[in-house]
């Protein structure tokens, strides 16, 4: 097959390579041309484990291409995808469809022969039946079918989300575009049998519906951790407790400073704006996203009550920065939220990520640190922000020998027990 990606960015970049890796020659189109110039000489514009060696085998074995020629790009492929950002518009929450609507333009200029014209952004319910109406034109009768594809890729995990789905999720009444999506991916599904038919307009909701309830598990066992708090009960055991239900399962169930990222905050927000829209109250998401936005609120106080109110001049180490572990992502990370609040108090704020420095951050006001250690140097907090794996065995003596050294467990990662035996002055979550 011919494929087109049109946007290289997390989705296109990494649907891309890996289609490509199943045989087929795909071309990853973006007009962002210093982008396209850095992924030709080899450098990966995001942080994905895997993605490197995926894109430089394939573009040796000459099936996978990157470019800024959008007009060529469609008219030499045989499927194209639209892999472009729909980012919130913060006054109506709503999803900017602006980008997806520039590819639109472009693609009714140049359909040359039949294809299929397949969404992988995620985009509102009928946004399928508006492309449509815009390409469907006199010149260019019978030339496409419009699809649904809703991508389920995880940051950190997403080669292994795409070579291995939980499902693979198609919308569209015809024949001929099904049958075609079927054989693309058939290397994935004839093992599991997860290759899911349905109407597009469905397949648009299952993407912000299945957001929507994975925000909501991480929100409801954060509420919980914070009862677990007043009556002394470990959270996790009510992780494990409820999660070992089959009907529930244990993955969402882990208690920390909220979600972030690229879609639940996204998702979430415009799932409502639907919902308004149609004339739906979706209660249960709402108050999802309510109690995420609060839960800065709540982490302010917990710092409040750890530093006893006394931030002025003290040194508060943030070890991971990314909203989870496996990304450069920053995309609504609490740590944006905590640092500045922090600051503000008139706290030296310092950080170590594995993926780098970030320009969120006013260099002059929060340094950046290449190793753990200078980091978390004579810091008198330390705040465990993010879930890399590198943070999970840590001797804090060696980190920081101070007698009065304090630790705050945004993950969770220690044991209450085992850190109280050692003396340290550690906090967690819901524990």
Not at 1 to 17: D, R, T
Not at 44 to 73: A, D, H
Not at 264 to 285: E, H, M, W, Y
Not at 369 to 385: E, P
Request: glycine share 6%.
């Amino acid at each position: 097959m011919k494929i087109c990606m049109i946007g290289s960015g997390y989705v296109g970049l990494v649907s891309g390579s890996c289609f490509s890796e199943l045989g087929n020659h795909v071309i990853c189109v973006d007009n962002n041309l210093n982008k396209i110039i850095s992924l030709k000489n080899g450098i990966i514009p995001i942080y994905e484990p895997g993605l490197e060696e995926l894109i430089y085998r394939n573009v040796k074995q000459k099936r996978l291409k990157f470019s800024t020629n959008l007009s060529k790009s469609i008219q030499n492929s045989d499927i194209i995808f639209i892999c472009v950002g729909t980012p919130t518009n913060k006054r109506t929450n709503e999803a900017n469809l602006k980008y997806v609507f520039q590819v639109v333009s472009s693609i009714k200029k140049n359909l040359n022969k039949y294809k299929v014209i397949v969404n992988k952004s995620t985009v509102p319910i009928t946004t399928g039946d508006k492309i449509e109406k815009i390409l469907n034109i006199k010149i260019n009768k019978n030339k496409f079918d419009v699809v649904s594809n809703p991508e389920f890729l995880r940051e950190g995990e997403a080669i292994r989300d795409f070579m291995y789905p939980d499902r693979v999720v198609i919308g569209t009444s015809s024949k001929k575009a099904n049958n075609i999506l079927k054989n693309l991916y058939l290397p994935l599904t004839k093992k599991t049998n997860k290759y899911f038919h349905t109407s597009r307009r469905a397949a648009e909701l299952i993407k912000y519906a299945s957001n929507a309830f994975l925000a909501t598990k991480i929100t409801y066992i954060n509420e919980i951790s914070n009862l677990c708090e007043k009556l002394n009960i470990d959270v996790t055991d009510i992780s494990v407790g409820i999660g070992s239900d089959e009907r529930i399962g244990s993955r969402f169930l882990r208690a920390g400073p909220g979600y972030g990222g690229s879609c639940f905050p996204k998702d979430t927000r415009a799932l409502l704006s639907i919902s308004k829209k149609f004339k739906t109250n979706l209660s249960i998401v709402k108050s999802t996203v309510k109690s995420n936005d609060e839960r800065i609120k709540y982490l302010q106080k917990r710092i409040k009550e750890i530093m006893k109110n006394s931030f002025k001049g003290k040194k508060i180490t943030f070890l991971g920065v990314t909203f989870k572990a496996g990304t450069d992502d920053m995309r609504d990370a609490s740590s944006l939220k905590l640092i500045p609040y922090l600051v503000k108090k008139g706290s030296r704020i310092s950080y170590y990520d594995p993926t780098g420095i970030k320009s969120e951050f006013n260099r002059k006001k929060v340094k950046y640190y290449n190793n753990i250690k200078d980091a978390c140097n004579n810091s008198d907090l330390l705040i465990l922000h993010t879930e890399w794996n590198e943070f999970k065995q840590l001797n804090f003596n060696k980190l920081n020998p101070k007698k009065n050294l304090k630790i705050f467990d945004l993950r969770n990662l220690y044991s209450p027990v085992k850190m109280k035996k050692k003396n340290y002055e550690y906090y967690s979550i819901g524990r």
